[in-house]
C-alpha cells in the first residue's frame, strides 16, 4: 500500500532543505575518518547542465535539486567523455579517457581487469547496489564488477499516467517510478548497514513525465524540461525518504550525469552524434552528510573521469589504479578558504571527449 502511494507522497514533498548539522567546508577532512558513511551515486542519463536550475536555467525544471545544491557543492563547467552511455560510462567508472579505456564502440567490454568504484567499497565492507534502466550498462559490458546487486528493476503497474514521447524505436517499459520504489525497499531492509547505492535515471532520456509536470509545452524541448521536473519530484522524494530514516547526516549523495542532449544549436538533435558542449556539459553536484554554509561553486573546468577520484579521495578509500582523472577535494576546500595555501594550479588542464564514428 505504501508503494502504491509512492508518487502521491511525492508530489507532496515539500521544497525545503533537509535538517542535518551545519558546517563549513573544513568538515570534509574528516570524512575520511568516519566508519558510518553511506554513499547515494545517483546518475541522471541524457542531463545537460543548462537546463538546472542552479546553473542557471529561467524555467523551474529542478526545484528539488536547486534547494539541496544551495548547501552543497556544485561544480560548474564538467565536460563528460563522450556523449552517449557506454563510451562516458567506462569513462566515469574507471577514471580514464575512452582512448586508454578502450570502451569507444557498441561491441566494446570493460576489461576484468578494470577496477571499478563498487569494487573499493565492497572491500571496504559496504553493501553495494546498483540498480538502472539503461542497457548500455547491463553486466555484459562490464559495469556489475563489484556489485553485490546490479539490477534493472521489474517494470510496476504504473500508478500514474504518464506521456512518453520519445525518438527511441524501441522505447523502455515501466518507468524511473520502478527505479525509485525499488530504491526506497532497499532503504527499509538494508538502511541500517553501511551501503553504497547506484542509482541510474532513464526517465529523461526518453522523455517520460506526469501530468503534473506537462507544465512547458508541447515541443520536443518542453517535453525534456518536463521530464526533468518529473525527476527531479522523484529525487526529492528519495531525499525525503532519507531524511525520513534519518540516514542523510550520515550518507553522500551525488548527482551526475553521462551526456547531454542537443535542440538544434548546431543543427543537430539528441546526442552520440558530436562533441558540442549541449551534449557534452553535465552536472556535478555534491551534497555532504552536514548543510554546508555557505554552500560552494567551483568554477574550474573539470571532467567526469574527476568524479570517482573525488569522491575516493574524501572517503579515505584507495584510488582507482592508472586514473587520468585527479582529486578535485583540494579545489573545494580552496573554494570554501580551509586551505588558502593549497596549489591547485595542477588541477585547471585541458579536458576531453571522444567520439568513434
Known amino acids: 500500500a505504501a508503494l502504491l ?11 525545503r532543505t533537509p535538517s542535518r548539522q551545519r558546517a563549513d567546508v573544513s568538515s570534509f577532512a574528516a570524512l575520511r575518518d568516519r566508519n558510518d558513511l553511506n554513499v547515494v551515486f ?4 541524457t542531463l545537460r547542465a543548462d537546463r538546472m536550475g542552479i546553473y542557471g536555467y529561467a524555467r523551474d525544471t529542478t526545484p528539488h535539486i536547486d534547494a539541496l545544491a544551495r548547501r552543497g557543492v556544485v561544480f560548474d563547467d564538467v565536460v563528460s567523455q563522450s556523449s552517449w552511455t557506454k563510451t562516458s560510462m567506462a569513462s566515469l567508472w574507471t ?12 561491441n566494446h567490454v570493460l576489461p576484468e581487469a578494470a577496477v571499478l568504484p563498487a569494487e573499493r567499497f565492497h572491500d571496504a565492507g559496504y553493501r553495494t547496489v546498483g540498480i538502472w534502466r539503461n542497457g548500455w550498462v547491463e553486466p555484459n559490458f562490464g559495469f556489475a564488477q563489484g556489485f553485490d546487486s546490479y539490477v534493472r ?3 510496476g503497474a ?3 499516467r504518464v506521456h512518453r514521447r520519445t525518438r527511441s524505436p524501441d522505447p523502455l517499459t515501466g518507468t524511473d517510478e520502478d527505479l525509485t520504489t525499488a530504491a526506497t525497499d532497499f532503504l527499509e531492509r538494508f538502511g541500517d548497514e553501511r551501503f553504497f547505492l547506484y542509482l541510474h535515471y532513464m526517465d529523461l532520456h526518453q522523455y517520460v513525465y506526469d501530468s503534473e509536470s506537462a507544465i512547458f509545452g508541447t515541443s520536443y524541448s518542453d ?4 521530464a526533468l521536473h518529473w525527476t527531479d519530484r522523484l529525487i526529492g522524494y528519495l531525499i525525503g525518504r532519507l531524511e525520513e530514516r534519518g540516514l542523510l547526516d550520515h550518507t553522500l549523495v551525488v548527482i551526475s550525469s553521462d551526456h547531454g542532449e542537443a535542440f538544434l544549436e548546431h543543427g543537430f538533435e539528441g546526442h552520440a552524434r558530436n562533441l558540442y558542449g549541449e551534449v557534452t556539459h ?11 554554509e555557505p554552500g560552494l561553486r567551483v568554477p574550474t573546468l573539470l571532467s567526469n573521469v574527476d568524479v570517482w577520484p573525488t569522491l575516493l579521495d574524501i572517503l579515505g578509500l584507495p584510488p582507482l589504479p592508472g586514473a587520468d582523472g585527479r582529486s578535485v577535494l583540494p579545489l573545494v576546500l580552496a573554494a570554501g578558504g580551509a586551505d588558502p595555501g593549497t596549489d591547485v ?9 571522444e567520439l568513434a564514428r
Open 5 to 15: 502511494l509512492l508518487l502521491a507522497i511525492a508530489s507532496q514533498f515539500r521544497i
Open 42 to 45: 545517483l546518475l541522471v542519463d
Open 95 to 106: 577514471g580514464t579517457h575512452p582512448i586508454n579505456n578502450g570502451v569507444l564502440r557498441y
Open 153 to 155: 528493476p521489474e517494470p
Open 158 to 160: 504504473e500508478r500514474r
Open 223 to 226: 517535453a525534456y524540461d518536463q
Open 282 to 292: 553535465v552536472p556535478w553536484i555534491l551534497l555532504p552528510p552536514f548543510l554546508l
Open 345 to 353: 594550479s595542477g588541477l585547471e588542464r585541458p579536458v576531453f571527449a
